[in-house]
């Protein structure tokens, strides 16, 4: 089965076409981060118009790179959700209008859901001993989101914990803000902290009961510190400390749900999951506990239609398989 899936929940627009949810024949992404740099942030209305801009070039640049012409399409997946409202009408209309003229069925994708299928999904297939088995905890770590879920089978999920306040990709990039060193401060952070010491400054951990995160306190705490102390000469043991407290938190709750949920498997998603420090801890961590580990390649980590496209073939699989499952067809509008 060809999925031509698109993904412009935020300020990406991308389009792929999948095949049988596992192999990526293409995958455009056409990030408009320049744009937005000097503004610090996204600028919804911006981002919107620079996807009505190119949506038309990235789908037709994802047909061609896969060899697909339209009419050898199956089906159309798009993300209806969680996002910019701005940005996803775009896709999500466009998905439409190319799924009614192909006489095709149309799959809205939730965007988280999106994230945690880039585990099942590459160029090359994964060999089965790769893809996470289930039942798995998945860490998804975004700029918007951040939560820890259990996956019991494609399509049936227990959330298990999410953030209080800041998400974890924001946290990264108001810290970056605040400290005047980019946007977006994630990959920025991740790359200045690789000078730094991360045992510099003893930023706290919050490590409430539970499986609930909280992210606000952390970037308090550096604010705090820099008006207390001023801006240290190395801002890369600064960057390093704030870094290393963040991904403590995400690691250590990641490891306690999988012992407590007796998994055998965590998996990774979600931006923040490109971050290096994070996938390096998971990875010692997992290892220390026995667990095997599913983290997507750095491409498919951040936002891109490829994990859409797997995400909505696994949808319209599962229904065609078992239309008693309501958990796993609650969000399939064909
Ligand atoms: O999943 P994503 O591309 O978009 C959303 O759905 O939000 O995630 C974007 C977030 C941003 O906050 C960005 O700073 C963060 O992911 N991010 C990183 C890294 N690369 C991207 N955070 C930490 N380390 C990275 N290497
Ligand atoms: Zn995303």
Redesign the pocket.
């Known amino acids: 089965m060809l999925i031509l899936s698109i993904e412009t929940?935020?300020d990406?627009t991308s389009a792929a076409v999948v095949k049988d949810g596992k192999e990526i024949l293409s995958n455009v992404v056409a990030s408009q981060v320049e744009f937005h740099k000097k503004y610090g942030g996204i600028v919804p209305e911006v981002a919107s118009r620079k996807h009505i801009e190119v949506i038309a070039a990235v789908v037709k640049q994802a047909l061609e790179d896969a060899k697909t012409p339209l009419k050898k399409i199956d089906a159309v997946a798009a993300t209806y959700g969680p996002?910019l409202v701005g940005s996803l009408i775009v896709g999500l209309n466009y998905a439409k209008a190319v799924a009614f003229a192909l006489k095709k069925p149309f799959i809205p994708v939730n965007?988280i859901e999106g994230?945690i299928y880039a585990n099942f999904v590459s160029e090359i297939p994964n060999p089965k001993s790769q893809i996470p088995n289930f039942p798995f905890v998945c860490l998804v770590?975004?700029?918007?989101?951040t939560q820890l879920v259990l996956i019991k089978d494609h399509g049936k999920y227990q959330t298990l914990g999410h953030t209080r306040d800041d998400?974890?990709?924001?946290a990264?990039?108001k810290v970056?803000r605040y400290l005047g060193i980019g946007y977006?401060?994630?990959?920025i952070?991740?790359?200045m902290a690789k000078k730094g010491d991360p045992e510099a400054i003893d930023f706290p951990r919050a490590m409430m009961e539970g499986y609930d995160f909280s992210f606000s306190g952390l970037k308090t705490a550096v604010v705090n510190y820099v008006k207390k102390n001023g801006m240290p000469k190395n801002v890369a043991d600064l960057v390093a400390s704030f870094?290393q407290a963040a991904v403590d938190t995400l690691v250590e709750k990641t490891i306690r749900a999988a012992k407590d949920f007796k998994v055998k498997w965590i998996a990774l998603a979600?931006?923040?999951s490109?971050?290096?420090r994070?996938r390096e801890n998971i990875l010692k961590r997992a290892n220390e506990e026995g667990l095997k580990v599913s983290i997507p390649p750095l491409h498919l980590?951040?936002?891109n239609a490829a994990m859409i496209g797997s995400a909505g073939y696994y949808l319209i699989k599962k229904r065609k398989k078992s239309t008693l499952d309501t958990e796993a067809v609650s969000t399939l509008r064909i």
């Open positions: 929940s935020c990406e996002g965007h994230h770590v975004s700029g918007g989101h998400a974890a990709g924001e990264f990039d970056a977006p401060g994630g990959p952070i991740d790359k870094q979600g931006g923040v490109a971050n290096s994070l980590c951040t936002d």
